[in-house]
């Protein structure tokens, strides 16, 4: 059974409409990836929020960090387990098959990380994100030193709680908006 044919439920403005610097995006999208995001298109009821959100995504993403891609990557698919977030959980488990080169390491990451055999650094950044997620009011001074005795320095406590308070964030706007996600998405990387 397919999932629903709307790309968002508070509908998506026609791409011809678009600003010039967004028609570029979607073109750019189309070439690298053969279609545009269903995220950006959502967010593109408000422009200069997609913007926003595009210039915070690639700072938490894809810039400079002590956290690599595939473990932010694997921040945001644990973080969308928590909250059950359809869209992220299929578009972020693809860039973690991808990103990882195992199929099954992005399905362990969207039911349950915690069966998947995971560094101790690596397992103590997913349990600090689902606690983020969860309880953020009961994390604490050893939740951190905990992190740091696994060799996480300040920065890097930085990026990942600002990666998990990312995908939070995203994770509710994809929920308020019933935003699908693309269908290349469930094929891709397996």
């Keep these: 059974m397919p999932q629903p044919d709307h790309i968002s439920v508070l509908g998506v403005p026609d ?4 600003d ?10 189309v070439e690298k990836l053969g279609f545009v995001p269903n995220v950006y298109q959502t967010y593109s009821l408000k422009p200069q929020r997609l913007r926003n959100f595009m210039a915070m995504y690639n700072e938490i993403m894809l810039a400079k960090s002590g956290l690599s891609k595939l473990e932010r990557e694997m921040v945001a698919v644990v973080v969308s387990s928590a909250n059950r977030c359809y869209y992220c959980l299929v578009a972020h488990g693809a ?3 991808q ?5 099954e390491l992005g399905e362990m990451m969207a039911l349950n990380y915690r069966v998947a055999k995971l560094d101790p650094r690596q397992r103590a950044m997913l349990d600090f994100a689902w606690k983020m ?16 005795a696994l060799g996480l320095s300040e920065e890097d406590l930085f990026d990942l709680a600002e990666t998990t308070a990312f995908f939070n964030l995203s994770n509710r706007m994809a929920s308020a908006s019933d935003m699908m996600p693309n269908r290349e998405y469930h094929t891709a990387f397996r």
Aim: net charge negative; glycine share 8%.
């Design 99 to 103: 990103l990882s080169g195992d199929a």
């Design 133 to 148: 997620t969860t309880t953020p009011y009961l994390v604490d001074d050893a939740d951190r030193d905990g992190l740091r």
């Design 20 to 29: 010039d610097d967004l028609k570029a995006i979607w073109a750019k999208c």
């Design 95 to 97: 860039a973690v098959r």
């Design 15 to 18: 791409a011809g409409t678009l």
